[in-house]
């Protein structure tokens, strides 16, 4: 099912992860709902703005799919409001720029980036439908900071 022009529900749900697991990653109706909000105005718009073809690393998780990744039974992912992803040949911090200047998100999260390494990290982006946030941070694994520019700006 194509849940927008170059984007499908397979690549919004797929996981080695859960494969490996046994775990089943089924989005219900208002899941889908929501990967389909987040294709049409987050994954689209820099599909069309750069041309690359790309595919997400993670979208939809399932509660038990996310804890075996580790991650929080609160994330957007669970809820389908959330994507990560990268884009090749393109720098994660250029993207996530111009996301954030571009696009309405909750939140765009530049994660594991290093500033001396241009392709380190990946794009977390979420949107939210009449609820977002347009809240930009960093994170390197331990902390999370504001804006994309100077670790000063510590989220305690």
């Known amino acids: 099912m194509k849940l927008s022009p170059h984007f499908s529900l397979y690549e919004m749900t ?40 790309f595919s997400p690393s993670s979208g939809f ?16 992912h669970v809820f389908g409001q959330a994507v990560d992803f990268e884009i090749p040949a393109v720098l994660n911090m250029e ?11 909750d939140q765009i999260i530049l994660e594991f980036y290093e500033e001396s390494i241009p392709n380190s990290g990946w794009i977390h982006a979420s949107i939210i439908p009449d609820l977002n946030r347009s809240e930009v941070l960093r994170y390197d694994g331990l902390m999370f900071y504001h804006g994309l520019e100077d670790e000063d700006d510590l989220i305690a």
């Open 61 to 76: 998780r399932s509660v038990e799919l996310n804890r075996a990744v580790g991650s929080s039974d609160r994330s957007q």
């Open 14 to 53: 797929r996981s080695s992860t859960a494969t490996r697991l046994g775990i089943v990653n089924q989005p219900t109706p208002d899941e889908v709902e929501s990967l389909r909000l987040v294709c049409n105005e987050l994954l689209e718009p820099v599909r069309e703005h750069w041309g690359i073809p």
């Open 95 to 105: 993207v996530a720029k111009w996301m954030s200047e571009n696009c309405q998100f």
